[in-house]
């Protein structure tokens, strides 16, 4: 299948820094890759649709400063995390549509662990 | 997107095949229904996905009611590796409804 692969797999940061995460597509071209945030016993959360070379598009409640999120080719997406503090600690997960050839399948990434101290 | 309704939890015995229900009973003509999968603490896996007639891969089969107004996936021989959360979802490939709204899926346990 169709792989995406996201950087770093954990990574642990002080309180009041910046962290960021890529997302890649590693086997085909994705125009829009999204953003996910999962909290523990709970669903995935939609946080941001990415697109390839424009701004992206937030859900409502998703800070658009805190979460800032940049695509700037057809295959890699990155999502920074700014200002981190403990209640941002998640597991963040990417996932890129294929554009063509797999049927607009939407494939995921293997998530990022956040943790702040 | 349509929403879902799905079990929120499934036991099955290994070697057995596994029936995960899905209900869309709002379903528009042009959505399509997405099966993915978790395991615990990974990113979501794609299963299948069908629109109105039954699909096969080598993963799962997909059966589509005539109306579509429910689906159901079928593992045809479940295996430990199986247990994972699996989520059925409706979605539309081009346009602002083309992406991913999770539920809460079902929970299949595979036991010995």
């Known amino acids: 299948g169709a792989v995406v692969s996201q950087h770093p797999s954990w990574v642990i940061c002080k309180s009041g820094t910046s962290v960021k995460i890529e997302c890649r597509s590693l086997?085909?071209?994705?125009?829009?890759m999204f953003w996910y945030r999962q909290f523990p016993k709970q669903s995935l959360m939609l946080m941001a649709t990415?697109?390839?070379?424009?701004?992206?598009?937030?859900e409502q409640g998703v800070e658009k400063d805190k979460f800032l999120i940049n695509h700037a080719s057809l295959t890699l997406s990155t999502l920074t995390v700014t200002s981190a503090h403990p209640e941002d600690s998640s597991f963040y997960i990417c996932?890129?549509?294929?554009?063509?050839?797999?049927?607009?399948?939407?494939?995921f990434g293997e998530g990022s662990w956040l943790t702040v101290v | 997107d349509a929403k879902t309704t799905q079990p929120p939890s499934m036991d099955c015995a290994e070697g057995r095949a596994a029936n995960l229900p899905c209900n869309h009973s709002?379903?528009?003509?042009?959505?399509?229904v997405y099966w993915y999968r978790q395991i615990h603490s990974q990113g979501p896996q794609y299963i299948i996905h069908?629109?109105?007639n039954n699909e096969t891969n080598e993963m799962a089969s997909l059966i589509i009611t005539e109306d579509r107004k429910s689906s159901t996936l079928i593992l045809p021989h479940a295996t430990l590796r199986d247990t994972a959360v699996y989520y059925c979802?409706?979605?539309?490939?081009?346009?602002?409804?083309?992406?991913?709204?999770f539920g809460t899926g079902t929970q299949l346990k595979v036991e010995l």
């Open positions: 996932s890129a549509r294929a554009d063509r050839g797999r049927g607009n399948t939407i494939y």
């Open positions: 086997d085909f071209q994705a125009t829009t």
């Open positions: 990415s697109n390839e070379g424009s701004k992206a598009t937030y």
């Open positions: 709002t379903i528009s003509g042009n959505e399509y």
């Open positions: 069908g629109l109105k």
């Open positions: 979802i409706v979605r539309v490939l081009t346009g602002g409804g083309n992406k991913l709204t």
